[in-house]
């Protein structure tokens, strides 16, 4: 079974311009988180989209936007970038059936590497 | 407030020694516990995880206890090895929310 991928791999922008970020995630599951990684910061929830539906989100500003689309596919938008929004972008599978009877476990991907000059 | 710390940024240890790494939360109330291992520039790959009815689970060289009552898990590696270094992360789902991942303790195995 292929794993998450995510593109592209590497990203250089420079303050003010929009990016935008993929995940294709593992087939079958329906569930896709986004994560910021920064030294300081550690690995931060953005949002998690599940049949197409933002089901959670996490303390980030509006700039940052997301979506699913019917294939599970989610791509991750963020605009007019800031400096500190330099970091690595990690998408996240899952079934996620949110049941806290099943446990569920969240594949990620290699990451997006997102430098803002 | 809500908070997952693990107990060192940064751990050295002899090959063949096992290290033992710390999860503490406060605030939350985890179905399950579980640890990931991240190797620089790649993204966290799951390992273990520990349900909250579990004293104990084990998988080759690794052992993850759960104390709920201390709101504790430990991570153990026995007979580590420098492949091995990594960093380590615990991460808690709070009944029906999102994931909490800790900040991570970087191991390093010395030869």
């Known amino acids: 079974k292929a794993g998450v991928t995510q593109t592209p791999r590497y990203l250089i922008k420079t303050r003010g311009q929009q990016v935008t970020l993929s995940c294709s995630p593992i087939?079958?599951?329906?569930?896709v988180s986004w994560y910021q990684q920064t030294p300081g910061q550690g690995l931060q929830f953005l949002f998690e989209?599940?049949?197409?539906?933002?089901?959670n989100k996490g303390n980030f500003p509006g700039r940052f936007s997301g979506r699913q689309f019917s294939n599970s596919r989610s791509e991750m938008n963020v605009s007019t970038l800031e400096l500190g929004d330099s970091a690595l972008y990690l998408c996240?599978?899952?079934?996620?059936?949110?049941?806290?009877?099943?446990?569920?476990?969240?594949?990620f991907g290699p990451g997006t590497r997102l430098t803002v000059l | 407030s809500q908070k997952i710390e693990q107990n060192s940024e940064a751990l050295n240890i002899q090959e063949g020694k096992t290290a033992t790494l710390t999860c503490n939360y406060t605030?939350?109330?985890?179905?399950?516990l579980q640890w990931y291992r991240q190797d620089p520039g790649r993204g966290p790959v799951f390992l273990l995880l520990?349900?909250?009815?579990?004293k104990e689970k084990r998988k080759e060289r690794l052992k993850v206890t759960f104390d709920t009552t201390l709101k504790q898990s430990l991570f153990h590696i026995t007979a580590s090895q420098p492949a091995d270094s990594a960093t380590y992360l615990c991460?808690?789902?709070?009944?029906?929310?999102?994931?909490?991942f800790g900040p991570g303790t970087r191991l390093s195995v010395l030869p």
């Open positions: 989209y599940f049949s197409e539906t933002q089901r």
């Open positions: 996240a599978s899952s079934y996620s059936p949110r049941d806290p009877r099943v446990s569920d476990t969240q594949y």
């Open positions: 087939s079958g599951h329906r569930s």
């Open positions: 605030n939350y109330s985890p179905a399950y």
């Open positions: 520990i349900r909250e009815n579990e």
């Open positions: 991460a808690l789902e709070d009944y029906g929310q999102n994931f909490v």
